[in-house]
């Protein structure tokens, strides 16, 4: 059985918390927009790196993953260096990607 990957966001008073990413998708996202849309770029990134050390905006996130398809709050991607198959969360505003998750690669 699959463990809930948990993801960091910050509470409004910018601590911080964990999130499980198997809550309701809706809820999820009604979450992570209100903890990150009064926040500045700058600030925003800056928590979400202290969380999950590696974050990516959507030109970086190119740079290093082809993307599949979106399902909010995740991202299905396939890293370009080895071809691995994985999952990113991202916040809209400000527009950040963070919390690779590889998933399991199938058997051809």
């Known amino acids: 059985m699959k463990t809930p990957t948990t993801m960091t966001t910050p509470t409004q008073q910018n601590n911080i918390r964990d999130v499980s990413l198997s809550t309701d998708v809706a809820t999820l996202v009604k979450t992570l927009e209100a903890q990150y849309a009064h926040m500045s770029q700058d600030?925003?990134?800056q928590i979400l790196e202290k969380a999950h050390d590696t974050v990516w905006d959507s030109e970086?996130?190119?740079s290093v993953f082809e993307v599949s398809h979106f399902e909010p709050p995740l991202v299905h991607v396939?890293?370009?260096t080895d071809g691995q198959?994985?999952?990113v969360?991202?916040?809209d505003?400000?527009?950040f990607y963070f919390s690779f998750q590889e998933t399991a690669r199938s058997c051809t």
């Open 89 to 91: 969360a991202f916040i």
């Open 93 to 95: 505003s400000p527009r």
């Open 43 to 45: 600030e925003a990134r």
């Open 60 to 62: 970086e996130l190119l």
């Open 85 to 87: 198959r994985g999952t």
């Open 78 to 80: 396939i890293r370009k």
